[in-house]
């Protein structure tokens, strides 16, 4: 009878457990969604009828004339052309540079790792500062080119310390292994290290590439006198910018019959249809990315 009443004990305290993580993880979710639902709704309601309030997951009057004013704007496809490009170059050579150096801080026979190391963490709290870097993208001759979107930011401190810490786990023997065979140092790092390092290489792809989609202030400092190099986030800053005083200014928008856009937009609206723009093209790549995000905590959970 006491091993029945425990039993018994147990199922109850484990469907009060069951229930609390639902309940728990639940409210999380809703939590999590609905700033994200709110922003979308507002996006597609009319701003005329925003103005009111009241709107919460679902649009009150459906339009999209939001996004309409938006993607009439001048300058917008040439920036969005531009900001694709520069976050699928960027992140691919930006992950690739930055498994490069972590290989080689890895490698147990490299002899100057302590000092390269240092050196490296070093600029994690040291930097030249805004007006040394632009005289030094100016004396590289990348001031009003496509690689100064590039360049710069291919070998990241941070990252190289996170994917060096991920290949210190990896077991060195696979490496030696390797070498007795016959490999290459090329060979090792890319048919060995590169395919154990997926998860963690994912994580870092996923880092630099919201980065460099969500780059603005760069092309203001470096391209903003050639529109031919604008990216889609420096656009979007200027029509919010312009939207904020169009309310004053009827021929705030170019591209767009000015007076028209002032009564069918206000600044909330196109805050939120901006947003939105620049949200889901992330949204729609980490799907991609996650299955290395779950193989990574499984591999630590193993370790551990």
Known sequence: MKKLFASNRTTVNDRLFDIFNYTFLTIVFVVTLYPFLNVLAISLNDSTDTVRGGIHIWPRAFTLENYKTIFEYDNLVTGLINSVLRTVIGTILGVLSSA????????????GRKFVSI???????FSG????????????????????YILPGMVNAFNIIIVRSFMDGLPYSLQESAKIDGASDFTIFWRIVMPLCMPVLATIALF????????WFD??????????????????????QNTNMGASDPNAFRG????????????????????MVTIIPILLVYPFLQKYFVQGMTLGAVKS
Do not use: C
């Open 256 to 275: 767009v019959a000015g007076e028209e856009a002032a009564k069918q937009v206000s600044p909330e609206s196109i805050k939120m249809a901006i947003s």
């Open 129 to 148: 500062g805004l007006i040394p870097g632009y005289m030094l993208m100016r004396e590289l001759n990348l001031i009003n080119t496509f690689w100064v």
């Open 208 to 215: 630099v590439a919201v980065g460099q989609w969500n780059a």
């Open 119 to 125: 050196f490296i963490v070093l600029t994690l709290y």
């Open 100 to 111: 490069m150096v972590a290989f080689t801080l890895s490698r147990a026979d490299f002899q």
């Open 219 to 240: 092309t203001y400092l470096y391209n903003s006198s050639n529109p031919a190099l604008t990216t889609l986030q420096y656009e979007l800053m200027k029509i919010l």
